[in-house]
């Protein structure tokens, strides 16, 4: 028999949609990585496909950016996001598909699962300001202050 009685869920008043895409943001791959290993840019890529010459790496950070999204935009939310970082310069990215629930860890330890669908994207990009642009072309085109990111690289 336990000793003391279960913590208490979040309350959704404490749980915003941006806290919900921070938990997202923690519970993707690339941020389980992170964790486990040091992610830092290579000085020098390979140019071509033969592997016979090298070029400077222009790319030194690597993120995460999180998305809380609404019930009704889960079916076009891959394709919006992806619109969106197109526009943006100095940047490559992955758009993951949508999950339909995120796992929340309360501060006593215990778990619940929140049935909000959220959307992470891996970002790449040439410094700070790029990957600044990239969150803003994510919070304009999901507004309501839903986005959240992450820095994973070290420099």
Not at 100 to 115: D, H, L, M, P
């Amino acid at each position: 028999m336990p000793t003391n009685k279960p913590a208490l869920p979040l309350t959704h008043q404490e749980l915003t949609d941006r806290r919900i895409a921070e938990f997202a943001l923690e519970e993707s791959r690339l941020s389980n990585l992170a964790y486990r290993f040091k992610l830092a840019p290579r000085d020098r890529v390979w140019k071509n496909w033969d592997r016979t010459e090298f070029e400077p790496n222009h790319y030194r950070l690597l993120g995460m950016a999180g998305v809380c999204l609404n019930r009704d935009e889960q079916g076009a939310a891959h394709r919006m996001a992806m619109r969106a970082l197109e526009d943006v310069d100095d940047i490559l990215f992955l758009v993951e598909e949508p999950a339909q629930a995120v796992i929340v860890r309360n501060k006593t330890g215990t778990s619940e699962i929140i049935n909000r669908p959220t959307l992470c994207a891996e970002i790449t990009a040439r410094n700070g300001g790029a990957f600044d642009r990239a969150l803003a072309a994510l919070d304009a085109a999901f507004p309501g202050g839903r986005v959240a990111g992450k820095i994973l690289s070290e420099e």
